[in-house]
Structure formats: C-alpha cells, structure tokens
C-alpha cells in the first residue's frame, strides 16, 4: 500500500532538454521530480498548488539548468523524500556516486552489505522521487546494460552522455541484466 502523505505541497513545471519536468516541494524540502505533469508520482501527495515562485522550486530548476548547462556537479537542495528505512539507504548510496561514474546493482548491493539484496536495490531506484537530483540514471546493469529509468532509456543515456560523453555503454541488449 503506498503511503499518503497530507503536507501541503507545492508544484512549478519546468523545461529541460529531456523534457518537461515537474518540481514538487514540501514545507520540508523537494519531494519529487517528474517527466511530466501526468506522471504517477512515486509517493502520493495531498493536494499540489502550483507555485512558479516558490523559492526552492526555482533554486532547484537553477540547478537543474547549471547541471544541463555542465555547470553543475552536484545539488545542493533540502531534501524531503519519503519511503522505507531500505529506500532511504539506497536513495542516500545513490547520492555517493560521483558525477560521470556508474555503478550496477550489485555493487550498491554490496555497498550496502548484502549481496542478495540486489532486486531490492532495483526497486528502490523504481521508487527514487527525485531522479537527475538523486542520480538513479548512474545505475547500469552489471554488463553495462542500460535498464529501466522513470524518464525512459532515452533520457538515461542523454544523462549518463551529459556526464561522460565518452561513457561506453551497451544500448543494444535491453534485457533486464543486473
């Protein structure tokens, strides 16, 4: 069942080169990014009033712009992400890999300490709220498959070729490889 959360949240609709995208605030900090406004969040929110000025909205689509721009490494955001103590761990891993790097599920598996735990692993990147800001795209399979992201493979490679455009990836073999 997923959790619903009742906190106010706020919402600005932004443009970026893998498409629009959604900004969605809490009180506490960013809560989600989507590909766009009818995308099923990965959380479900109460209630989103849009706000084009709120202030970390716009703090967050300039960063996204520098990061676009290659001016921009890493963010520097609140973050308000809700899910289980597990996805929190990965979501937080995730923040750990360095810009223009990957890493399969097996080695965030084995970072965590659990070999075994790698389908979870997968799951929680299924559930990361806040793709590009947490960077789940720099999670490849263990061949250097690119697998399932929320913004589609497309986006993924776009992504992972901003950071490294000499990245050698394996796009022909879609297979779920982890």
Not at 149 to 155: D, E, H, N
């Given at each position: 069942m997923e959790e619903f959360i009742s906190d106010d949240y706020f919402y600005k609709d932004v443009d970026s080169p893998t498409g629009p995208l959604?900004?969605?605030a809490s009180r506490k900090g960013l809560a989600a990014v989507a590909w766009n406004a009818g995308d099923v969040f990965r959380i479900r929110l109460h209630?989103?009033?849009e706000s084009p000025g709120h202030a970390l909205l716009m703090e967050?689509?300039?960063q996204l712009n520098a990061y676009f721009e290659k001016k921009r490494r890493t963010f520097d955001l609140p973050l308000d992400l809700i899910g289980t103590g597990f996805q929190k761990k990965v979501?937080?891993?995730l923040r750990d890999i360095p810009?223009?790097?990957t890493k399969s599920y097996g080695d965030l598996a084995r970072q965590l300490g659990d070999l075994k735990a790698v389908r979870a692993v997968g799951g929680a990147l299924n559930k990361n709220p806040v793709p590009i800001i947490v960077p789940c795209?720099?999670?490849i399979g263990s061949s250097g498959v690119l697998t399932g992201?929320?913004?589609?493979?497309?986006?993924k490679d776009y992504l992972l070729r901003l950071e490294d455009p000499n990245l050698q990836l394996n796009l022909w073999d879609q297979?779920?490889?982890v």
């Open positions: 959604r900004l969605v209630e989103l009033k967050t689509e300039r979501w937080e891993a810009f223009g790097q795209h720099r999670v992201f929320a913004g589609g493979i497309g986006t297979q779920q490889d």
